[in-house]
């Protein structure tokens, strides 16, 4: 990538492509594509096609999706699979018939069979059974790495997939019914503090096992992939991660004591715990050259002081 190819973000407003806009910027990147929602629905094959035609993207970092965590993925299974598979389909033909030089795709650590042995190596996809509580994004996910692969394997494009683990970071999604633990934990605990209550209730029992990643580590190991390595190089897919998880339960610990809330903790286990471990073997990307630097604490203390930050937004525009 040159300074000054154009480059596409699609999903610039959310996690991990407003960080990877921070990251492109950043580094001198001056020639970004960005386009919202509003001005192209990527579920829609048409306005994509017309859109790739018109612009010429030369790079594409394919971070649009629908997301969402343990609660919001089993309650709504048909539009994670549908409208993710949509995009990935719109984006990646797209891509292929108007000539993008490179494409990078991202996946999930939810990809993984339930029951793989830990830490997930990137051999162990389609080994085993998925978890249910996110299978139907997990199958979507699935197909857009499968899409690249047989793309680069009948047509000679360079699409490469990336699988990051568990993700985090300013512009996260704070909504209690649809986020992901973490946000929703730095907002439980937050508004347990300013209110007083005596108690914050976490879902599940806490035994689950979780390696958290800040999205500023994950864009940069995203634009470090795009800047060094081809599919031809590094295969099919690589993972993204900081090769270390933790127990719901310890996290809770570290957000209560870096929120500063006083009160008691009660685990709610009529809500589902989910796939009981989900750590990434990074020995792939480990040796390739990249690896974390934000350490859970740092990341979670600049988390909830973004989380304050707009909170303050908010209770302006109110007022
Ligand atoms: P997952 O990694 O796909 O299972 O998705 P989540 O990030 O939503 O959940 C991770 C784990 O955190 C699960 O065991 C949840 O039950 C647990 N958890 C505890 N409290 C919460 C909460 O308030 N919100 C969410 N989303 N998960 C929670």
Known sequence: MDKE??????????????????????????????RTHKGLDLTKQQEVNDF?????????????????????NSTYPAQFIYENMMIEANIIHASYK????????LGSSCIYPKFAPQPLKEKYLLTGLLEETNEAYAVAKIAGIRLCKHYNQQYGTNF????????????DNFDLETSHVMPALIRKFH?????????VIVWGTGKPLREFMHVDDMADACVFLMEN???????EFVN???GEDVPISELVKIIKEIVGFKGKIKYDTSKPDGTPRKLMDVTKLSSLGWKANISLRNGIKETYEFYMKTQRIKIKIAI
């Open 98 to 105: 108007y000539g993008v030089k490179k494409l990078l795709f």
């Open 5 to 34: 190819s154009k480059i596409y973000i699609a999903g610039h407003r959310g996690l991990v492509g407003s960080a990877l806009k921070r990251k492109l910027e950043s580094k001198d990147y001056t020639n970004l594509l960005l």
């Open 160 to 171: 490469i997939s990336v699988m990051p683990t568990n993700l985090y970071g300013p512009n």
């Open 191 to 199: 508004e347990a503090k300013v209110n007083n209550e005596p108690e």
């Open 229 to 235: 390595y081809d599919f031809s190089e590094i295969g």
């Open 52 to 72: 790739f035609e018109q612009e010429k993207p030369e790079y594409v970092f394919l971070a649009a999706a629908k997301v969402g965590g343990i609660l919001a």
């Open 240 to 242: 993204i991660g900081v």
